[in-house]
Each structure stands twice: as C-alpha cells, then as structure tokens.
C-alpha cells in the first residue's frame, strides 16, 4: 500500500472512530462516470437517444471501460434548462438539448434562432463546420460549457387544419402554436400571422379542439406526436431548423486524462455524422408516410422568397438581446451572404 495513501485512510479512521482500509476498488483507478441527459423517449429511432447510444458505445470502447456513460431520457434528471445549468455545476456531465434553451445561458447561441439563417442542409452542415471553434469559444466565454457535438431534426414545416398554405396570404386569419420564443413569434407576426405562444405538452389537446389552426415542427415531431389526426396540410417553409448542442463543460473536460478528452471530442463527432445520416433517411420515410395518412404536402411556398424578405426584416430587432452580433458577421461570411441592418 502507498503509505501517503494509508496514511489518508488512518487519518479518517482516527476523524470517524473507526478503523478504516481502502478497498481494492478505491486502491484501483476510479472510473470516470458521465451521466447524459436528453428530454426525449428511449427509442432507438429517435435523434436524441440514438446519438446518446452512438456516444456512449464509442467512447466506452475507445477508453476501454474506463468511462462508463449513463443515459437518462425524457428528462428524468430535469428538463432542458435545468440540464444546462447542472452541467456547469457539475451535477450531470453531458446532456443534448434545442439551443433555443442554450441561449439563455449563451446569448450568442441565439444566431441559430434567427429565420432563415440557413435554407438547407448543406449550408448548416457548412456554417456549423468551419465555426465549430469560433462557436464554442463564444459558448465556453459565456457560460462555461461547450459543444462536443451538434444535433439537427430538420426543418420547422408548418401544418395546420383548414386549408393548404401556398402564399403568404394563406396564413392569413390562421392561429398557428408557437413556442414563447420571442424571434419565433415576431417572424409569424411580419407574415401578417396569428402566433399562439403555448406550452407544448398543451399543444395536441388545442389543435384537436380548433382553440389554435396549427403549429410548426419538425417532421419526427409531427409524426412521433401523430399531428395527422388533427392536421390535414403541411408547408415545408424552411425558415427555421431544429439543432441542438451536445454540451459538456469545457473546465471538467479539460481536467481529464488526454485519451479520454479525445475519446470524448471524437465521440461527439461520430454522434454528429451519425445524425445527419438518420435524419435524412428518417425525413424521406416520414414524408411517404404522412402523404399516406391523407395529409397534402407543399414542397415550398409559391411566394418564397416574400416569406424570407420579410423573416429576415425582423433581424435587426434582436441584435442586442445576441449581443457580441461579431459571431453573426463570421457565419454569414461562411455562407457569402451579409446581415440585414
């Protein structure tokens, strides 16, 4: 036995009355715990489960059992914010989460709120790519915490029960669920729309009831939450994309061994590879799925580029709330475009 460490032991026994010995277990190298939070169900198909399954299997493989990774779903150790916040303080060590709910610890996470930020696919895969560094620098200034890996679950589309929406006038007189995002509900309002901030677990219950007309979501969300039976059109408008950070805290990562500081980087990676792949195939089957269940598809708005011009206008109203806009700028450069002023 290492005599320092004996010494630990008797000096505790003497403090606790009791003679105390270190066990072969505490003697040995302890292993490093990661308790991984995410807010959705244990199902191998869903986005934030499956990358937690990518995650866990990599890095417990490539650190040979020295890192164990406990996943706890649908938010049993709390929701999304609470998350946050307990990977600062150390209580949970990774979690994934919408970064909607990063920007109230990161105000400059709030650049992935702004409408039409990016159209495609290509573009945030790209933006996300070539900032990746620039993005966490910004996050770890800000709160502490950062991104090991970055989560996408498709575009927002936007359903509704009455009538097919194929220009801006369509949405007309339609009461459509929102979140209570500020720059979600400002963008309804310059399309001359009717948003219904509203809590989600609410939000089935209006729709089928008519207290809202519709809500807009992401394809899994649509169909994981069966909006077919109370939603009859959808209109894929590509203002705004579902994506998410998996977030550990940039001190404690850093305070571990360097193998699995790699493991833990590369881990995230491959979660985020990995994600990319299945949403794009799981968009495909959704899409013939819901068109089977009798719900009409529009690819686009015949007036696509009205709903961005005017999306787009409501920019310059949230440049303080993100702060530092210099991260803006750089994004936009990626992509060749510039800021609306």
């Not at 807010?39 to 493989?61: C, G, I, R, T, Y």
């Not at 696919?121 to 620039?134: F, G, H, R, V």
């Amino acid at each position: 036995m290492n005599i320092r460490h004996g010494l630990k032991w008797f000096v505790l026994g003497a403090i606790c009355g009791v003679a105390l010995l270190p066990s072969p277990a505490d003697a040995a190298e302890k292993k490093i715990i990661m308790r991984y939070s995410h807010s959705s169900s244990a199902m191998v198909k869903e986005p934030h489960h499956a990358a937690a399954l990518d995650f866990k299997n990599f890095v417990e493989k490539a650190t040979n059992g020295k890192v164990e990774v406990q996943i706890y779903p649908g938010s049993q150790l709390g929701g999304e914010e609470r998350s946050f916040q307990d990977i600062q303080q150390g209580v949970i060590q990774i979690a994934s989460l919408a970064v909607n709910n990063v920007t109230v610890f990161s105000p400059s996470m709030g650049v992935f709120d702004l409408p039409y930020m990016f159209t495609n696919y290509d573009d945030c895969y790209k933006l996300i790519d070539q900032n990746w560094k620039e993005i966490n620098k910004r996050m770890i200034d800000e709160s502490g915490n950062m991104a090991v890996g970055w989560l996408v679950q498709g575009f927002r589309v936007l359903s509704n029960s009455k009538h097919p929406i194929r220009t801006l006038g369509d949405l007309k007189g339609l009461k459509i669920r929102v979140p209570n995002n500020p720059i979600m509900i400002a963008t309804f309002r310059a399309w001359g729309g009717e948003p219904a901030p509203m809590a989600w677990d609410e939000t089935f219950n209006a729709l089928q009831q008519k207290v809202v007309d519709g809500q807009e979501n992401p394809y899994p969300v649509f169909a994981s939450n069966k909006f077919e039976e109370v939603q009859k059109y959808i209109t894929e408008i590509h203002y705004k994309m579902w994506i998410g950070p998996i977030v550990v805290n940039a001190a404690w990562l850093k305070r571990q061994p360097a193998d699995v500081q790699k493991a833990i980087l590369e881990g995230g990676r491959i979660a985020t590879e990995n994600n990319r792949k299945m949403i794009a195939e799981m968009e495909a089957e959704l899409v013939t799925a819901i068109k089977a269940s009798g719900v009409e598809i529009v690819s686009k708005p015949d007036d696509e580029a009205v709903w961005q011009e005017k999306a787009m206008s409501v920019w310059p109203q949230f440049y303080d709330k993100i702060g530092d806009i210099s991260l803006l700028d750089t994004m936009m450069k990626t992509l060749g475009r510039s800021r609306p002023q």
